[in-house]
C-alpha cells in the first residue's frame, strides 16, 4: 500500500524530558536497527498543504502556552508507529491545541488525539515489546512540552523509509 503525503503537527517536550527521551530513543535504534526519530507528541495530521500548516503553527503558538502532560504508563502494540510508547492521561489544554491546529490549518480530517509518545518504530515480537515496556522506568509524572513542528510524512506510515523520508516543514516555540 502507498500512503499518501500529509502534514503531522508534533508536540516537543522541553529540557530535562526531551534530552530523557532522545537518549532512550537512540539506545533502542542502536540495539534494535530501527529508525531515528525525535521525541514528539502528535497532535494532529492533516492534508499537505503548507501555508496551512505556517498558519496553523503560528495560530497555536501564539495561543497556547507550555503544555504539561501526565504520564500513564510504557505500553507497546503491534501498529508500528506505535511499538513502544509513553502513555499520556487526556487533557484538556492538548485537546484545545490540537482544534486551535485543526482550525487554523483549515483541515477537517478526522485523527483522533490519543496522546503518547512513542520510543520506538520496528516490528517485532509481543514478548520482545513487553519485555521492553516492562523494563523502561520513565522518572517524569508530568512532562512539559513547549515546542511545536510541522512535519511532511506519509501516511499511513509502516516503515523505517517512511520515517526516514519525514523532513520538517517549520517550527516554533509555545508562548510562556
Not at 535504534?29 to 507528541?41: G, I, N
Not at 485543526?102 to 514478548?127: F, G, I, T, V, W
Request: charged share 25%.
Amino acid at each position: 500500500m502507498i500512503g499518501r503525503s500529509v502534514i503531522a503537527y508534533w508536540l516537543i517536550p522541553a529540557e530535562p524530558a526531551h534530552s530523557f527521551f532522545q537518549g532512550i530513543i537512540n539506545e533502542l535504534v542502536r540495539r534494535y536497527d530501527a529508525p531515528v526519530f525525535e521525541p514528539h507528541v502528535t497532535v494532529h495530521v492533516g492534508g499537505d498543504r503548507v501555508n496551512s500548516a505556517r498558519n496553523a503553527l503560528a495560530e497555536a503558538a501564539r495561543g497556547c502556552k507550555r503544555i504539561t502532560l501526565k504520564t500513564l504508563e510504557i505500553d507497546h502494540s503491534d501498529v508500528f508507529i506505535k511499538t513502544l510508547f509513553v502513555e499520556f492521561a487526556p487533557d484538556a489544554e492538548l485537546r484545545r491545541l490540537s482544534n486551535i491546529v485543526r482550525s487554523a490549518a483549515c483541515d477537517s480530517s478526522q485523527y483522533e488525539l490519543k496522546p503518547h509518545l512513542s520510543l520506538l518504530y520496528k516490528n517485532m515480537a509481543a514478548a520482545t515489546r513487553r519485555g521492553l515496556a516492562a523494563s523502561i522506568k520513565v522518572p517524569f509524572s508530568e512532562i512539559s512540552f513547549d515546542g511545536l513542528k510541522a512535519i511532511r510524512c506519509i501516511s499511513p506510515t509502516l516503515s523505517r523509509a517512511d520515517v526516514e523520508a519525514w523532513r520538517v516543514i517549520r517550527a516554533a516555540n509555545l508562548s510562556g
